[in-house]
């Protein structure tokens, strides 16, 4: 049940009441600049279902009226849902290709605050005027980690589009991945936190942790300091947890989860769990509850796949972690999703030998009786995990590209369109589910500080013109396990709006690029 305080309320009704004063300007504004025309409208945040006409003029919904409308440009959306754009927390493959990937699925928002990035005022620059999503990044723990422990380079922008490469470069540097492995010096921890506090100083969405990648060398007083200087900014920590997957005590994933989790609690900062989609779940969703419960910013995500995905280097995917921990086999759980065969444990000792960076698929076979049961879970967002869009030979692909050409997990390219089909074959409710394809995200972050993000994830008169537009009797995601199926778009979303122009158009991706930054304003550096 999504219950609204008074405050909410009261920012609700002045929002209605701004947009409607502006929706009465003189006789020559009444015509907008696009129009959706008898859409059944759904805001997640105030619970309004209607079948309405929705009125843009500029970025902002300016018009949400039974009465007819008329519009520089009409969609018709009669028999469709009408809803805020949505979501995505974690999106690996910032680029072209994965925006237009994204597009198909809905999604108006793609921001990484898992694994993040370096040098983000450089990576927020070269996306100005050149994106078709909305974007963002957090300041990456792990590559801060590299650039000190591996003393690797980082004179550009770099996210995790780049991660594979960038992890088997670390390791190749000397034959071992410090960054993963070792417990740096004080000076290394204090010069790998002054890197993190450069990024955050420059608007970085918070601080971005793939400890659970990096469990043998981050100590637990690095985990804590990062939090407090991500906390001293007032922003969030998005951590994809210590020991995450673990099976049986003493490292279970529910522990590294409570060690973030209390670090946050103490420090009054926000907290989210990346993809918790594994054993324990359940625990983790509890507490992040009571946590709720007593006024604390806290939150989850979850990818609605019984597999998964990563570098076959990965720390966790050796065997001891991946046979004991984990409990799983190679020949069962782990697969090439180039040629869709299973590794043994040879070929997977080979195949990292040769390529530690190299992406495979991990299937967790015990996450389909729990899968119905994310779909219902409060204040869970969907995060995809969407993977760098690269081929079968690792080049990155260009907007140009079919969506074919997309070598990797289908959640790249289906996780949304995959939530709203499930939602319908086990009868959740719509407006549910539409809270964690973007309100919740939208709450969550814009509670946390990000002004950008307190104007999206609804529909509303005077809110930002992000909607997604889609059938909800046959919307569906189409991306499967298969070569050349992988990126395979949805279908069923035929218009997509960014900052209130039309971006997809009867399901073809246009070639506007309307996104905006989504992110804190620079700073001065925090003093500790």
Excluded at 90 to 105: A, E, I, N, P
Excluded at 256 to 278: Q, R
Excluded at 309 to 315: A, C, H, Q, V, Y
Excluded at 491 to 508: A, E, F, H, M, N
């Amino acid at each position: 049940m999504n219950v609204l305080t008074d405050g909410k309320l009261k920012r609700i009704a002045l929002a209605f009441g701004l947009a409607v004063a502006c929706s009465l300007p003189p006789a020559w504004a009444t015509e907008y600049d696009v129009v959706i025309t008898g859409g059944r409208v759904m805001d997640p945040e105030s619970g309004f279902d209607q079948v309405a006409n929705v009125g843009i003029r500029g970025d902002r919904i300016v018009r949400i009226s039974a009465e007819g409308l008329q519009g520089v440009t009409e969609l018709d959306a009669r028999g469709l849902v009408v809803a805020p754009g949505f979501i995505d927390t974690h999106v690996h493959g910032q680029t072209q290709f994965g925006s237009k990937l994204m597009l198909r699925d809905g999604v108006t928002t793609t921001l990484d605050l898992e694994v993040g990035g370096i040098n983000v005022g450089a990576w927020y620059a070269e996306r100005q005027g050149r994106w078709q999503t909305n974007y963002g990044v957090s300041a990456s723990h792990e590559f801060a980690r590299m650039a000190v422990l591996d003393e690797l380079r980082f004179d550009g922008p770099l996210d995790a589009q780049h991660i594979g490469p960038t992890r088997a470069r670390a390791e190749r540097n000397n034959g071992v991945p410090d960054f993963a492995v070792t417990i740096p010096a004080p000076e290394q921890l204090a010069a790998i936190l002054k890197l993190v506090n450069r990024e955050l100083a420059q608007g970085a969405l918070g601080l971005g942790s793939t400890v659970g990648y990096m469990q043998k060398g981050v100590a637990t007083w690095e985990m804590f300091a990062l939090q407090r200087l991500a906390a001293n900014y007032g922003r969030g920590t998005f951590s994809h947890v210590r020991f995450l997957g673990n099976n049986l005590p003493p490292a279970e994933g529910t522990l590294g989860f409570a060690e973030a989790f209390a670090n946050a609690m103490a420090l009054g900062a926000p907290f989210m769990a990346v993809h918790d989609n594994n054993r324990g779940w359940q625990e983790n969703e509890a507490k992040l509850a009571g946590a709720r419960a007593q006024g604390h910013n806290a939150w989850s995500e979850y990818y609605p796949y019984v597999s998964g995905s990563g570098p076959i280097g990965s720390e966790f995917l050796k065997p001891e972690t991946l046979l004991h921990g984990w409990q799983l086999t190679y020949e069962d759980a782990m697969m090439d999703p180039a040629t869709g065969e299973f590794f043994t444990q040879a070929t997977y000792e080979a195949k990292r030998k040769e390529d530690p960076g190299y992406i495979v698929v991990l299937f967790m076979r015990q996450r389909e009786a729990w899968l119905p049961q994310w779909l219902t879970r409060q204040h869970a967002t969907v995060g995809s995990d969407g993977m760098p869009t690269t081929d079968a030979d690792g080049n990155g692909l260009t907007w140009e590209h079919p969506y074919s050409a997309f070598v990797g997990h289908p959640r790249t390219a289906g996780s949304h369109a995959r939530v709203l089909r499930l939602g319908r074959e086990q009868g959740v409710s719509l407006m549910q589910t539409l809270r964690q394809l973007s309100y919740w995200s939208a709450l969550h972050l814009g509670d946390a500080g990000i002004e950008s993000m307190q104007v999206r994830g609804r529909i509303q008169e005077g809110m930002v013109a992000d909607i997604t537009v889609f059938d909800p009797e046959s919307v569906t995601d189409n991306a499967t396990h298969k070569r050349g199926e992988q990126g395979a778009p949805s279908t069923g979303i035929p218009y997509v709006l960014v900052s209130g122009q039309v971006v997809v158009r009867d399901s073809t991706v246009q070639r506007v690029f309307p996104g905006q930054p989504i992110r804190y304003e620079t700073t001065a550096e925090s003093d500790s």
